[in-house]
């Protein structure tokens, strides 16, 4: 097992964010830029694999301040050496697909192949309506399952992903679909520029733009890896089979969560992709590790509240809880390896921001002395 951070960007403690606004003050965004690179300078010597973080805009009571994917994910590259850092990810409805393959392949050289990048459908409505470059897409949720919004969502989400991956993985490309041409029909260059056919691809003698690319081209090959943000359903999974992304899932139903990685697996073949066993999905959960079980529970009070208070009302369930002493969290893994033996990544969501630096880097000691070489 490989074990990944995950944080929400949470910018201050319970007692902050009740007093309100705390996502407008300078001091709390300081202070918190600060524990993250600690903790991102601490996991990196400490063993763990990855650091990942959410896309999240107009955050002004503070509970999920990450804003851009792109600066924070260099913050986390800045103060490590070795981490995977993941973006998760790139909110579809407020991006253009060509701009953000190309910013995956730009902050997959800056970081010197380090990046994991998940691209996501969006369902923070009061930030995703502001920020949406197309009027006809919504925010989803349980709200407007498998309604026309969603359906038209999904739609989309689709076309992105496969915007997103042909431009990273070909030399030269063209798209054309429902919400996306590229380069548009008939496009011709007003002026003669010979650079564009001696040097390049796509562009005809008479200056008709028929293919475009990005530049770089991705580090890894043939791109970073790709996570789907926080899935929960099985057509969630089976959507990232067919471009071999690895779907987060935060459950503590292992019974279902196994289930669906065995249908990933039939569903990459019919795509012509082998996935190994272990490699379909990251598995995990809430995060707490204490010296004792007591401490580790009354830790977790501050994170509940934060669960109850923000993720409940946007129809999130309460996933595994990974809450405890060493030897607790060591057994529920074992009990995870019997059932998925082969499960590579773990994600363990950290309780940053509403913890202290000395309970986080605690748990993170704990956790990286005492239980991980157990499962290395």
Request: proline fraction near 6%; charge should be neutral.
């Amino acid at each position: 097992m490989r074990f990944s951070l995950f944080m929400y960007c949470t910018v201050g403690r319970r007692a902050e964010l009740e007093a309100g606004m705390a996502g407008r003050k300078p001091d709390l965004y300081q202070r918190m830029l600060g524990e993250i690179a600690e903790y991102a300078r601490f996991a990196d010597d400490a063993g763990y694999f990855g650091f990942g973080h959410p896309e999240h805009h107009l955050q002004i009571e503070g509970f999920e301040i990450s804003n851009d994917p792109r600066l924070m994910s260099m913050w986390l590259g800045q103060h490590s050496k070795k981490l995977r850092v993941i973006t998760c990810g790139f909110v579809s409805t407020t991006h253009n697909p060509l701009r953000v393959a190309e910013d995956i392949a730009t902050m997959d050289h800056m970081l010197g192949g380090r990046f994991g990048v998940g691209l996501v459908r969006g369902y923070q409505a009061r930030w995703v309506e502001n920020f949406k470059i197309r009027d006809e897409l919504n925010a989803v949720g349980p709200w407007n399952k498998d309604q026309p919004a969603d359906i038209a969502n999904r739609e989309y989400f689709g076309e992105f992903v496969d915007i997103v991956v042909k431009a990273l993985s070909n030399e030269t490309f063209s798209h054309h679909g429902k919400h996306w041409t590229f380069p548009p029909a008939g496009m011709v260059n007003p002026h003669e520029h010979p650079v564009y056919v001696k040097y390049g691809q796509g562009v005809t003698a008479a200056m008709k733009i028929e293919q475009i690319g990005i530049a770089p081209r991705p580090l890894q090959t043939p791109h970073p890896p790709l996570y789907g943000g926080f899935a929960a359903s099985m057509r969630t999974a089976l959507f990232w089979a067919k471009y071999g992304g690895k779907p987060i899932v935060l459950t503590d139903n292992l019974k279902f969560y196994d289930h669906l990685c065995r249908a990933y697996t039939e569903e990459a073949s019919r795509h012509g992709r082998t996935v190994k066993d272990g490699q379909q999905a990251g598995w995990g959960g809430i995060f707490i590790c204490a010296p004792t079980d007591a401490q580790a529970q009354e830790w977790a009070r501050d994170m509940m509240w934060f669960w109850q208070s923000w993720a409940t009302p946007f129809g999130q369930g309460v996933p595994e809880l990974l809450v405890g002493s060493p030897d607790t969290i060591a057994r529920r893994l074992d009990q995870v390896r019997q059932v998925l033996p082969d499960q590579d990544e773990v994600i363990l969501l950290i309780p940053q921001g509403l913890h202290d630096r000395g309970q986080i880097l605690t748990s993170l000691e704990l956790m990286a002395t005492k239980v991980m070489p157990k499962f290395a």
